[in-house]
T-cell receptor
Framework: KAGVTQTPRYLIKTRGQQVTLSCSPI?????VSWYQQTPGQGLQFLFE???????NKGNFPGRFSGRQFSNSRSEMNVSTLELGDSALYLC?????????????FGSGTQLSVL | GDSVTQMEGPVTLSEEAFLTINCTYT??????LFWYVQYPGEGLQLLLK?????DKGSNKGFEATYRKETTSFHLEKGSVQVSDSAVYFC??????????FGTGTRLTIIP
C-alpha cells in the first residue's frame, strides 16, 4: 500500500499570497487531518475531514481552510499569507479517525513565507 | 482543555546509555496516550501507544506506561543506538477526538 502522499514537498511564497497544499491518504482511509509544525509551537491540530465533511477544527484563524473530495483526497488552503505561517504542514490519515486508531503521517509540505 | 507537557530538549546521550523522556498530561476522562517519532526529513510515525491506565506500550526497545495517578507517560529505553536519533513527541487523544501533541524532544545519540 502506498503511504500518505503530500505535495508539493517545498513551497516558497510571499506575504499576502495564498497557497494550496494537497494530501492523498492511504487507500481506504476516509479520515484526513492536518497539523502545523513550527519550532516554537510544536505540532498543532488544524482540522480533520471525514467523508467530505469537516468533523473537527483547531484554533486557527479563518484564513486556514480545507476540503475533502469524494476520493478522500484533501486540500488545505491558506489565504493572505503571513510570515508566521512558515511551517511544516503535516497531513495524516486513518480509516475512521476515531478513538485509538493509528494515524499515518505524510512527510509534510515545508512552506516558507518571505 | 487537553494539554501535554514534555521534557524539553535537546537531549544528547552516548550510545548504549539509558533514556528517559518525561511526559505528563492534562485531560478530562480517559485519554489514549501515544509516542510518535520523527526522523530527519520525514513525517511522524507512531512509536507506541497505551489506551488505559497501567497499560504498557512497547516497540523497538522503547517502553512507556500509562500512569493515571501521576498523569504521566514517560518514554524509556534501556540502551539507545545512533539510529534512535530523532524528535520524539508525546501525544494524547481525548474525548474530543483531537490529537494534542507535546512540543517534542530532540534526541541525539553519539557513538
Amino acid at each position: 500500500k502506498a503511504g500518505v502522499t503530500q505535495t508539493p514537498r517545498y513551497l516558497i511564497k510571499t506575504r499576502g499570497q495564498q497557497v494550496t497544499l494537497s494530501c492523498s491518504p492511504i487507500s481506504g482511509h476516509r479520515s484526513v487531518s492536518w497539523y502545523q509544525q513550527t519550532p516554537g509551537q510544536g505540532l498543532q491540530f488544524l482540522f480533520e475531514y471525514f467523508s467530505e465533511t469537516q468533523r473537527n477544527k483547531g484554533n486557527f484563524p479563518g484564513r486556514f481552510s480545507g476540503r475533502q473530495f469524494s476520493n478522500s483526497r484533501s486540500e488545505m488552503n491558506v489565504s493572505t499569507l503571513e510570515l508566521g505561517d512558515s511551517a511544516l504542514y503535516l497531513c495524516a490519515s486513518s480509516e475512521s479517525g476515531t478513538g485509538r486508531e493509528k494515524l499515518f503521517f505524510g512527510s509534510g509540505t515545508q512552506l516558507s513565507v518571505l | 482543555g487537553d494539554s501535554v507537557t514534555q521534557m524539553e530538549g535537546p537531549v544528547t546521550l552516548s550510545e548504549e546509555a539509558f533514556l528517559t523522556i518525561n511526559c505528563t498530561y492534562t485531560a478530562t476522562g480517559y485519554p489514549s496516550l501515544f509516542w510518535y517519532v520523527q526522523y530527519p526529513g520525514e513525517g511522524l510515525q507512531l512509536l507506541l501507544k497505551a489506551t488505559k491506565a497501567d497499560d504498557k506500550g512497547s516497540n523497538k526497545g522503547f517502553e512507556a506506561t500509562y500512569r493515571k495517578e501521576t498523569t504521566s507517560f514517560h518514554l524509556e529505553k534501556g540502551s539507545v543506538q545512533v539510529s534512535d536519533s530523532a524528535v520524539y513527541f508525546c501525544a494524547l487523544k481525548g474525548g474530543n477526538e483531537k490529537l494534542t501533541f507535546g512540543t517534542g524532544t530532540r534526541l541525539t545519540i553519539i557513538p
